[in-house]
């Protein structure tokens, strides 16, 4: 309700305006990132595990921009993170995040971020299209869907909290984007492409996502 009302007051400021400002405004990322930020506690509440992490599948670089900009305003630690270790941040409150875009900072500087991360000094990860594949950290078991990704990219994005870790048995997926179509669509062509592999075996592989 917060993110329609910010939406509706965005389109009478601006009138007719494009998607990618609207959804890069202050007005919409700060409600987003408020209940991204509330979950995200919730869920390790709720697991008794403070070690996970979570990544932000933004829906521009402007709003992975703005959503850090946001997040260091509202709720960052002030300890630089090359002080921390991951036993000082234990705890469910959210208070590190980094913004992961090709066009800030250097690879090496990309690289202590991803680091970080895997290392538990940060605990959300904003990003647009980078880390989408490839990307192993098993302790990030939440992902938030910002914009829709199509077909195999989009599988390869879900696995990202899939990986195994502790006691979890799958990772969890929150839409803002309304990726189901999208997922049934490709998640249908995926298991047609295992039909045809394993045959009978298929049965093994027919529940690998599961909704809540």
């Known amino acids: 309700q917060k993110l329609q009302k910010a939406l509706d007051e965005i389109d009478i400021l601006k009138g007719s305006a494009n998607k990618r400002y609207v959804y890069s405004h202050e007005s919409f990322v700060k409600p ?3 209940y991204i930020v509330k979950d995200f506690e919730t869920t390790r509440i709720a697991h008794n595990n403070n070690d996970i992490g979570g990544m932000v599948i933004c829906d521009s670089s402007d709003q ?3 959503m850090h900009k946001i997040f260091q305003e509202n709720y960052i630690i002030k300890e630089p ?3 921390l270790t991951p036993k000082q941040c234990k705890d469910s409150k959210v208070k590190t995040a980094d913004v992961i875009l090709h066009d800030i900072g250097t690879k090496d500087e990309r690289r202590e971020q991803i680091e970080n991360f895997k290392e538990g000094k940060t605990d959300l990860l904003f990003v647009f299209n980078m880390l989408l594949t490839g ?3 098993p302790r990030l078991k ?3 869907m910002g914009r829709v ?3 195999h990219s989009l599988l390869q994005a879900l ?3 899939n990986r195994p870790y502790e006691n979890f048995n799958y990772g969890y ?3 803002f984007a309304e990726i189901e179509k999208e997922f049934e669509k490709t998640n249908q062509s995926y298991l047609e492409e295992l039909q045809n592999e394993f045959g009978d075996e298929i049965d093994k592989y027919s529940n690998l996502f599961k909704p809540s």
Request: aromatic fraction near 8%.
């Open 142 to 144: 939440k992902l938030y």
């Open 173 to 175: 997926v929150v839409d």
């Open 32 to 34: 987003m990132l408020e």
């Open 149 to 151: 990704v199509k077909a």
């Open 81 to 83: 993170l090359s002080n």
């Open 64 to 66: 992975a921009k703005t």
């Open 135 to 137: 990307f192993d950290s």
């Open 159 to 161: 696995t990202r909290v």
